[in-house]
């Protein structure tokens, strides 16, 4: 098993504490509402704290059925959040798990800079490349951008 480790950074005009809860503590009520393609987002273990599992279920237009991920760290003080990605079609043949840490900071010039490391843990003696990954993170990107748009359309939502 090989690890392959990534990172990368979004800039929003949204302060971390709505960015954290977007995305994070309150996904469950918003990625629906934001991403056509996520139908919910359900606890199926725990109570949304550490240790806890959280089931999204996609609609038919998606490539996924089912992705689960485990809530490994949660500092809702400073905005930090380590989640895996434990089981799912997003993983493959190739993957065994991906590991994310998410932090939400201060942007000099307001709004919040996401930085988020991947380490993607490979089945045998898979090797991955950056390229392998890019659509997926564009993804993810695309639905930071659009959670950001989404809660400065509607600032009362994650407030």
Same mark, same amino acid.
């Given at each position: 098993m090989g690890v392959f480790s990534f990172f990368h950074e979004l800039k929003t005009n949204v302060s971390p504490k709505r960015m954290f809860k977007v995305l994070i503590t309150d996904n469950h009520d918003v990625l629906p509402k934001v991403s056509p393609s996520i139908k919910n987002i359900e606890t199926v273990q725990g109570d949304g704290g550490v240790g806890s599992i959280k089931q999204t279920n996609f609609?038919?237009? &998606?490539? !996924?059925?089912?992705? #689960? *991920?485990?809530?490994? !760290?949660?500092?809702?003080? *400073?905005?930090? &959040? #380590?989640?895996t990605l434990i089981e799912g079609d997003a993983l493959g043949d190739q993957l065994e798990k991906i590991c994310y840490e998410m932090k939400f900071e201060d942007s000099k010039d307001g709004g919040c800079v996401i930085k988020i490391t991947s380490d993607y843990h490979t089945k045998g003696d898979v090797v991955l490349k950056e390229e392998d990954i890019n659509a997926g993170k564009e993804h993810a990107m695309g639905l930071y951008k659009a959670c950001a748009d989404y809660l400065i359309a509607n600032p009362h939502v994650c407030a």
């Amino acid at each position: 098993m090989g690890v392959f480790s990534f990172f990368h950074e979004l800039k929003t005009n949204v302060s971390p504490k709505r960015m954290f809860k977007v995305l994070i503590t309150d996904n469950h009520d918003v990625l629906p509402k934001v991403s056509p393609s996520i139908k919910n987002i359900e606890t199926v273990q725990g109570d949304g704290g550490v240790g806890s599992i959280k089931q999204t279920n996609f609609g038919d237009d &998606s490539p !996924f059925k089912t992705l #689960k *991920n485990r809530v490994d !760290f949660l500092d809702a003080e *400073n905005y930090v &959040s #380590k989640f895996t990605l434990i089981e799912g079609d997003a993983l493959g043949d190739q993957l065994e798990k991906i590991c994310y840490e998410m932090k939400f900071e201060d942007s000099k010039d307001g709004g919040c800079v996401i930085k988020i490391t991947s380490d993607y843990h490979t089945k045998g003696d898979v090797v991955l490349k950056e390229e392998d990954i890019n659509a997926g993170k564009e993804h993810a990107m695309g639905l930071y951008k659009a959670c950001a748009d989404y809660l400065i359309a509607n600032p009362h939502v994650c407030a």
